[in-house]
């Protein structure tokens, strides 16, 4: 069976999946319940200063996309962080430990970007035993406004600036918890490896207006017939999060980071999906929120099995995997060729493929052959983009097959398997014909 | 056999008679059409579409259906079907549109088209809304005869277009079987009637209720009067069993039978036999078998001469009615009827086979006790209506001949619905009918120079 314990920048856990700093995690009864459900560890949701805790809306404070079925695709929130006293929190936080030793507990933190607010902080949350603390430079509604959360994150020489005082002032072990709301993730990353970070996680939510209500005039959700944006999360943001987490695992000031991995995490594939990229551990929320807990013991369990059957022992055999097949598009074959292929033992006959190539592609799919409805794929149209295969729904009916040692009857080139790429093409001008990663043809 | 024939009514306590007799299909509501929508593939040049006489656009309809916007489904549906809402109903969708939807071959399961067209249907409905107009007066008059779906088909859209209408009607009731010819079930809380004022709510349509071609007009005088004349006449006789009943009483029509129960303001009053015989394999068959074990038979087994595939009831009808207690035998004709006292008693059968195409008995018999015998073999086209007139419509297959725009071989008379040969004596084929029937009066009146007839 394989071994899915890991040990993060020193944070020891039982498995990978961590329930993120969110409503799942503000306070010890829900711990309590997800560390019994099974979750290998958990961010506490984000601790403010000592003094008057801050003030949440007692209104709506989620939104959502639906996909069919009114499964979630997309969620977002508008609450601040924890809305409870610290030394509250701190007690709780003391006490979960205790009862869980073997669980990674992480508590996210966020204070005004002033040292000695980092420094009244830190030695409270070390006395509790926490296993280290995650920098929250993410949260982009609210406390943004107030100059923290990803107001932070979005300055690379903040980030470097309070990632250094935090290991200054505790041997915590610490994560910076980075904003997607950024041009280029690369960036603030790269701040805070400077800064001494063990860490980041990403992503934080995305700045969105999930609808409108158009009976209202109002974005939703809304307060009393006024709304602000919220922070996107949820399935559909797994694709930009993938990106971001590549970027940072490829770029060589950044590469070998150790990146806990967040967004849209539903399921144990999903989660080997960030690990391929390069995340230690993976976090969760919205699947949570929507399903309850019990759904870690699927990724457990699926987790488990796919890396008995690839033969991985442990979680560190696979992280990372991935990383060297991710490249700039300059870098891809040119003289690579696929067609699509269509079974037509597995085709219902949706014509979904035919319409979609025929209105927005490449004409390449028929629709009626001698008279009779029939989606068959044209090679001398086919260009391989994929498109059909895509929108299909039935799995695996079309699929993209690599053309080897024939001509494409469309360019009416043979196709050798060579390899070229755009930086030796002779359409490019900038061209560098004399250095070719591969021989030229 | 020597106790008196078995046939009464109020066989059931007052309440089951209502809860034996609502809605077959519980319609969907927003929840459940929106999941049952979000099946749809929205198939490009859709079979489902094809499947349906009507042409409606059903990918269309479903897709609005699941964006909220039934209205603007039940408008897709209804531009295409005026009797949107009956089809909806009375459709063999198992073997139109659901049995093309692509759903099968992916799950063997369709997606549940009747019933989604049926919700974007009723919320429009339920809502008053009549989205046509009559059209600008074209001062043309269409005389139309039949108030059935063909006819009223017909006549909705000649007002769309602007032309005025006067629909003769023999029943008393318009309608057609909509309104006397369906179970009960399939059309529950007066929805037949209820579309049919909605229907001519468009305005510029007169309906005549009691007036009978070739008793009270012929066709003679609506050409005279009339710019063009539509025939939606429906059938008018049964097919005959073939054997001598010797004048027994409990041998009935069963569309006399679905017709009486439609019409009975109370259903406890209707006779019903205790054990019930219904020779035939059809629609009609399997409605008036439900309907007489809903009333309370005892017994009602369904006697047909060929085999379950060969049944005009679809599939589903055949399990409606097993599902209901009906019993069905296959491959079995009567040969006899026995009776008492001048009633049924008995019916008895030989076996059938099938050689080489041809139906041949068997020579084994056997016979059911029966109080009560409905004959459900097939209706005829009786055109002796027309007779006398003058005018002679050309037949074709016993019914009237029609070209493609359902031209009749007289000029200026058009004709749809089960009198025109070729159809498939479906609701939805008479609804097509009457409207292409329109349009091509339309273009006639106009002055299109019509394509030759084929």
Redesign the interface.
Same mark, same amino acid.
């Given at each position: 069976m394989a071994d899915l314990s890991v040990n993060f920048v020193g944070i020891k856990a039982p498995n990978p999946f961590w329930l993120a700093s969110a409503p799942p995690t503000d306070k010890a009864y829900n711990i309590e319940r997800a560390f019994r459900a099974g979750w290998g560890g958990v961010v506490w949701k984000t601790l403010g200063e000592e003094g008057p805790p801050v003030v949440n809306v007692s209104g709506p404070r989620y939104g959502a996309v639906h996909g =069919?079925?009114r499964r979630v695709a997309a969620f977002n929130n508008i609450e601040l962080i924890t809305d409870r006293p610290l030394e509250i929190n701190l007690q709780e936080i003391t006490e979960m430990k205790r009862r869980w030793p073997d669980r990674a507990i992480v508590v996210s933190l966020m204070v005004p970007c002033e040292e000695e607010a980092w420094k009244r902080i830190l030695p409270r949350v070390e006395a509790t035993g926490a296993d280290g603390i995650e920098l929250n430079f993410g949260c982009p509604h609210g406390m943004s406004e107030r100059g923290m959360g990803s107001a932070v994150g979005q300055v690379p020489e903040y980030v470097e600036m309070v990632a250094r005082w935090c290991k200054a002032h505790s041997r915590m072990p610490v994560i910076v918890k980075l904003t997607p709301n950024i041009t280029d993730i690369r960036k603030p990353a790269e701040a805070a490896r400077r800064g001494g970070a063990d860490a980041v996680s990403l992503i934080n939510t995305i700045n969105s207006i999930m609808g409108v209500d158009l009976d209202r005039m109002v974005p939703t959700p809304h307060t009393d017939g006024k709304a602000t944006h919220g922070g996107m999360c949820g399935p559909a943001v797994k694709p930009i999060a993938l990106n971001m987490v590549a970027e940072i695992a490829r770029a060589p000031a950044t590469r070998g980071m150790p990146i806990s991995g967040i967004g849209g995490i539903e399921t144990w594939r999903d989660a080997a999906e960030y690990m391929a990229l390069g995340c230690g551990t993976v976090q969760v929320c919205t699947a949570a929120m929507v399903y309850g807990f019990k759904i870690v013991q699927e990724m457990i369990t699926g987790l488990e099995a796919y890396m008995d059957e690839r033969g991985y022992a442990r979680v560190s055999d696979f992280v990372g995997a991935a990383v060297p097949n991710v490249t700039d598009w300059q870098y891809l074959n040119l003289d690579y060729a696929v067609k699509a292929r269509i079974d037509q033992d597995l085709? @219902?006959?949706?014509? +979904?493929c *035919?319409?979609a190539c025929e209105d927005t592609s490449h004409q390449a799919i028929t *629709?009626m052959v001698n008279g009779v +409805?029939h989606f068959e794929v044209i090679d001398e149209e086919c260009v391989g983009c994929n498109l059909c295969a895509t929108i299909c =729904? @039935?799995e695996n009916c079309i699929t993209m097959q690599p053309l080897v040692n024939e001509v494409d009857r469309r360019t009416g080139r043979f196709v050798d398997g060579s390899y070229s790429n755009w930086t030796q093409h002779p359409n490019n001008p900038m061209a560098k014909p004399l250095e070719p990663l591969e021989p030229a043809e | 056999m020597t106790a008196a024939p078995d046939i009464r009514a109020g066989r059931l306590a007052p309440g089951e008679y209502a809860e034996n007799f609502s809605d077959l299909h519980a319609p969907l509501d927003r929840h459940e059409a929106r999941?049952a929508g %979000?099946r749809c593939?929205?198939?490009?040049?859709?079979?489902c579409v094809t499947a349906c006489p009507t042409g409606i656009d059903i990918p269309l309809f479903i897709r609005q259906i699941t964006t909220g916007n039934p209205h603007g489904a039940a408008r897709t549906i209804l531009d295409a079907n005026i009797f949107g809402g009956m089809c909806a109903r009375v459709c063999p969708t198992e073997t139109l549109c659901e049995q093309a939807c692509?759903?099968n %071959?992916?799950e063997g399961k369709p997606v549940q088209i009747g019933l989604l067209q049926r919700h974007a249907t009723d919320a429009l409905m339920g809502a008053g809304k009549q989205p046509y107009r009559r059209g600008a007066p074209s001062g043309r008059r269409v005389a139309v005869v039949g108030a059935g779906p063909a006819g009223l088909s017909c006549a909705h859209r000649l007002a769309t277009l602007g032309h005025e209408v006067v629909v003769y009607e023999a029943r008393p009731k318009a309608g057609g079987l909509n309104e006397h010819g369906i179970a009960s079930y399939k059309s529950v809380d007066g929805f037949a009637q209820a579309e049919v004022e909605w229907i001519l709510s468009v305005g510029g349509i007169e309906v005549r209720e009691g007036q009978q071609l070739g008793r009270d007009f012929t066709l003679v005088d609506l050409r005279r009067d009339y710019d063009a004349v539509f025939l939606g006449l429906g059938l008018q006789a049964v097919n005959s069993l073939g054997i001598a009943d010797g004048g027994l009483t409990g041998i009935e029509d069963a569309v006399a039978f679905i017709e009486a129960l439609r019409q009975s303001p109370d259903l406890a009053t209707l006779p019903v036999g205790r054990r019930v015989v219904v020779i035939g394999g059809g629609m009609t068959a399997v409605d008036a078998a439900v309907q007489a074990k809903k009333l309370g038979a005892e017994e009602v087994t369904i006697v047909y001469r060929r085999g379950a595939g060969q049944m005009g009831a679809s599939a589903y009808e055949q399990e409606l009615a097993q599902v209901n207690g009906v019993v069905i035998r296959h491959w079995a004709r009567p040969v006899s009827v026995q009776g008492e006292g001048g009633a049924l008693r008995s019916v008895t059968f030989t076996g059938t086979r099938d050689e080489g195409g041809q139906l041949v008995d068997t020579g084994e018999t056997f016979t059911l006790p029966a109080d009560q015998l409905f004959r459900a073999i097939g209706q005829l086209f009786v055109p002796g209506d027309l007779e006398g007139s003058g005018d002679v419509l050309d037949l074709a297959s016993g019914r009237i001949a029609v070209d493609a725009e359902r031209r009749t071989s007289l000029a200026g008379v058009w004709a749809g619905g089960d009198c025109a040969a070729g159809g498939r004596d479906l609701t939805v084929v008479a609804v097509e009918d009457g409207k292409q029937a329109a349009l091509s009066i339309d273009r006639a009146l106009l002055g299109f120079v019509p394509m030759a007839a084929e």
């Open positions: =069919p079925d085709c @219902i006959k949706c014509g +979904r *035919h319409v *629709h +409805r =729904p @039935i | 999941v %979000e593939l929205f198939c490009y040049d859709a079979p692509v759903r %071959e992916a």
